[in-house]
């Protein structure tokens, strides 16, 4: 197949590789999140407890961090195309395994294929959009994460509507095998551009005190994120009133916000620079976890997760953006890191929250979350003032 001819450069340009590249994170995403409301599903099945349930999200976690310290290497010797495929199929395979899995053995191999894998595909995607759309990378990266984080809407969506018409929940793990092969008999030799390997090789794998700045700011983006993901039913539940069920469906207004936030960023990043946004979003969703933190009403606390939901939808994308923007052209390099510190926030925002939580009640423990807003704000605000080039310094000094 002929490659699709690069998008002009002024106007941001959804192309067949785009198009593959979204549908992929969006399969990714749909992998991850039907993995939330199959646990209580699979625990009855399997006669686990939670303990062994919740290793699940931690061995997905672990995988994006361990596959982040070399996928920039993988995509330096196979190509990103070759790594993009075979990540996807492993992905769909560790989903299978999910749904057929008669012991946890099997079933956390399973989680394991959609962790590392998984990081592989999500990083992939991220330097694919980010060499494809230079100019409209703040737009394109949005796109891709909105992508994934409708996946798992959907995933929530199909898994309840399994369930309820009697077919079951296992089979809702077949749908990524499904999309996997109708795009690849599709779309399997389409070109990529190529991985970032003589930069490498010129430079080294170094990347500038901006970069860093930028993925430690990334932790507490996604901190915030997981946090109120996977506890926030919970905080439905203990403090709001509600029934189980009920937080459990109120839960979809907060990924569906991040869907909507993410689908509004897209469209301010063509006209505002990544920070601006970020900070807008950083003081909205410290807005919506205060309203959620400390309001009494029910409703009131809903209408602040939903809140909080649209401020953090778009911290990540924007953080990415701007740390890809100073990699000097070292996209893969760049993303692969990306799963270090977005992984490690998903292992210990969980396990920290509900530890506080065990020891001081669950309202006291979200009390650490609007700092991570905060954090998010002053550390990117130094990334890009590190990202400023001295005065009187030439360009490429």
Same mark, same amino acid.
């Given at each position: 197949?002929?490659?699709?001819?690069?998008?002009?450069?002024?106007?941001?340009?959804?192309?067949?590789?785009?198009?593959?590249?979204?549908?992929?994170?969006?399969?990714?995403?749909?992998?991850?999140?039907?993995?939330?409301?199959?646990?209580?599903?699979?625990?009855?099945?399997?006669?686990?407890?939670?303990?062994?349930?919740?290793?699940?999200?931690?061995?997905?976690?672990?995988?994006?961090?361990?596959?982040?310290?070399?996928?920039?290497?993988?995509?330096?010797?196979?190509?990103?195309?070759?790594?993009?495929?075979?990540?996807?199929?492993?992905?769909?395979?560790?989903?299978?395994?999910?749904?057929?899995?008669?012991?946890?053995?099997?079933?956390?191999?399973?989680?394991?294929?959609?962790?590392?894998?998984?990081?592989?595909?999500?990083?992939?995607?991220?330097?694919?959009?980010?060499?494809?759309?230079?100019?409209?990378?703040?737009?394109?990266?949005?796109? &891709?994460? $909105?992508?994934?984080? =409708?996946?798992? #809407?959907?995933?929530? +969506?199909?898994? %309840? /509507?399994? !369930?309820?018409?009697?077919?079951?929940?296992?089979?809702?793990?077949?749908?990524?095998?499904?999309?996997?092969?109708?795009?690849?008999?599709?779309?399997?030799?389409?070109?990529?551009?190529?991985?970032?390997?003589?930069?490498?090789?010129?430079?080294?794998?170094?990347?500038?005190?901006?970069?860093?700045?930028?993925?430690?700011?990334?932790?507490?983006?996604?901190?915030?994120?997981?946090?109120?993901?996977?506890?926030?039913?919970?905080?439905?539940?203990?403090? &709001?009133? $509600?029934?189980?069920? =009920?937080?459990? #469906?109120?839960?979809? +207004?907060?990924? %569906? /916000?991040? !869907?909507?936030?993410?689908?509004?960023?897209?469209?301010?990043?063509?006209?505002?620079?990544?920070?601006?946004?970020?900070?807008?979003?950083?003081?909205?969703?410290?807005?919506?976890?205060?309203?959620?933190?400390?309001?009494?009403?029910?409703?009131?606390?809903?209408?602040?997760?939903?809140?909080?939901?649209?401020?953090?939808?778009?911290?990540?994308?924007?953080?990415?953006?701007?740390?890809?923007?100073?990699?000097?052209?070292?996209?893969?390099?760049?993303?692969?890191?990306?799963?270090?510190? =977005?992984?490690?926030?998903?292992?210990?925002?969980?396990?920290?929250?509900?530890?506080?939580?065990?020891?001081?009640?669950?309202?006291?423990?979200?009390?650490?979350?609007?700092?991570?807003?905060?954090?998010?704000?002053?550390?990117?605000?130094?990334?890009?003032?590190?990202?400023?080039?001295?005065?009187?310094?030439?360009?490429?000094?």
């Amino acid at each position: 197949m002929a490659p699709s001819p690069p998008p002009d450069p002024s106007v941001f340009v959804r192309d067949r590789l785009t198009i593959l590249v979204y549908t992929m994170a969006g399969t990714f995403g749909y992998s991850v999140g039907a993995l939330g409301p199959a646990m209580p599903l699979l625990r009855d099945d399997l006669g686990i407890g939670r303990t062994v349930g919740g290793l699940h999200f931690t061995v997905v976690a672990s995988g994006a961090v361990a596959f982040g310290f070399f996928l920039d290497r993988l995509a330096q010797r196979w190509g990103r195309r070759r790594l993009f495929w075979r990540a996807a199929i492993l992905v769909a395979s560790g989903a299978l395994l999910i749904g057929v899995g008669p012991h946890p053995a099997v079933t956390l191999l399973g989680a394991a294929l959609i962790g590392g894998p998984g990081a592989a595909v999500l990083s992939t995607v991220q330097s694919t959009l980010s060499d494809r759309h230079h100019r409209h990378r703040a737009v394109a990266l949005t796109e &891709g994460n $909105t992508a994934s984080s =409708a996946g798992s #809407v959907v995933a929530a +969506l199909v898994m %309840g /509507a399994f !369930v309820a018409i009697g077919i079951g929940w296992r089979w809702a793990f077949v749908v990524p095998a499904l999309l996997v092969a109708a795009t690849a008999a599709f779309r399997s030799d389409e070109p990529f551009p190529p991985a970032d390997r003589a930069i490498a090789h010129r430079q080294g794998r170094r990347l500038p005190a901006a970069y860093w700045l930028f993925w430690a700011a990334l932790f507490p983006a996604v901190a915030a994120e997981w946090s109120l993901g996977a506890w926030g039913a919970g905080y439905l539940v203990d403090i &709001g009133g $509600t029934s189980e069920a =009920a937080a459990a #469906v109120l839960m979809t +207004l907060f990924f %569906g /916000a991040m !869907v909507l936030g993410r689908l509004v960023a897209s469209r301010l990043a063509r006209r505002l620079d990544p920070l601006a946004i970020l900070m807008g979003s950083a003081v909205l969703g410290l807005i919506g976890i205060l309203v959620f933190w400390r309001a009494d009403p029910t409703g009131l606390i809903v209408a602040g997760l939903v809140t909080a939901g649209l401020g953090i939808s778009t911290l990540f994308p924007m953080l990415l953006s701007m740390a890809v923007e100073v990699a000097s052209d070292r996209a893969d390099v760049a993303t692969a890191r990306v799963s270090i510190s =977005a992984g490690a926030a998903v292992i210990v925002a969980p396990i920290t929250l509900g530890w506080l939580a065990d020891r001081n009640g669950i309202q006291q423990a979200f009390g650490i979350v609007p700092g991570l807003f905060v954090l998010v704000v002053v550390i990117a605000i130094a990334g890009r003032a590190a990202a400023r080039p001295a005065p009187h310094a030439s360009i490429d000094s």
